[in-house]
């Protein structure tokens, strides 16, 4: 079965640092990996996807994450974080079912902005 | 309206009332689904419909009772909940097949039991 494992559940950063959220997952195939942000108390909102087509994904706001199969990850990147990013991110895999697909999230990372 | 709508977006509740939560998708999609988030919890995902019909139920209580009359409305229906019931219940839908599989959500129906 497919997994999504996030390190660290809560991530500090200054503003205009660089931003890394970590996502390791594991796959039995060829996965199709996502990054969402949710603002508080809003629904979740793709910030970029995987799809084999490119291992850098450029994404929405900024941010890029790189696909490292011999690693098994998909981290998160950002040159320069705004107050505006301090959000929760999920990494997610999708696992392709016979009817439907289903998308596995991690649990998250809490990222706080310090002005 | 465009994406997914949910309502309503809060919604406070006894234990033995009953109530629905409501979501459409403007996207043409053709699957939908359940996910409910507590505090300091994953995802958890509930129900999946693909084509109107139920493709998957993680088992869930009796309590909450899915209903999908066609593949752009999804309810919730919500009946003798529990107080650890409460927490923000998210939509989704996907287009399955064809498509990279990625969900659209709606902003959530953010629920207490009282």
């Known amino acids: 079965a497919q997994s999504v494992t996030q390190l660290g559940s809560h991530v500090s950063v200054s503003e205009g640092a660089l931003v890394l959220l970590r996502c390791n997952y594991s796959?039995?195939?060829?996965?199709?990996l996502f990054w969402y942000v949710q603002y508080p108390n809003q629904g979740l909102q793709l910030l970029l996807k995987?799809?084999?087509?490119?291992?850098l994904v450029k994404g929405i706001n900024g941010f890029e994450a790189e696909f490292k199969k011999s690693e098994t990850s998909f981290h998160l990147t950002k040159p320069s974080a705004h107050m505006s990013d301090a959000a929760e991110y999920f990494c997610?895999?999708?696992?392709?079912?016979?009817?439907?697909?289903?998308?596995?999230f991690g649990p998250g990372t809490s990222l706080s902005v310090i002005p | 309206e465009t994406g997914v709508t949910q309502t309503p977006r809060h919604l406070v509740m006894g234990m033995t009332n009953k109530k629905s939560l409501k979501c459409e998708q403007h996207?043409?999609?053709?699957?939908m689904y359940w996910y409910k988030q507590s505090a300091k919890k994953p995802l958890e995902l509930m129900f999946v419909?693909?084509?109107?019909?139920?493709?998957e139920n993680n088992s869930v209580p009796s309590r909450f009772s899915p209903e999908c009359p066609n593949s752009s409305h999804l309810f919730l229906h919500l009946h003798t909940l529990q107080p650890e019931d409460s927490a923000l219940y998210l939509c989704?839908?996907?287009?399955?097949?064809?498509?990279?599989?990625?969900?659209?959500f709606g902003e959530g129906s953010r629920l207490t039991v009282l």
């Open positions: 419909y693909n084509f109107k019909e139920q493709t």
């Open positions: 989704a839908s996907s287009q399955v097949s064809g498509g990279t599989g990625e969900l659209f």
């Open positions: 995987y799809t084999s087509a490119a291992t």
């Open positions: 997610a895999v999708r696992e392709s079912k016979t009817s439907y697909d289903k998308v596995i």
């Open positions: 796959s039995s195939v060829p996965p199709y």
């Open positions: 996207l043409g999609h053709n699957a």
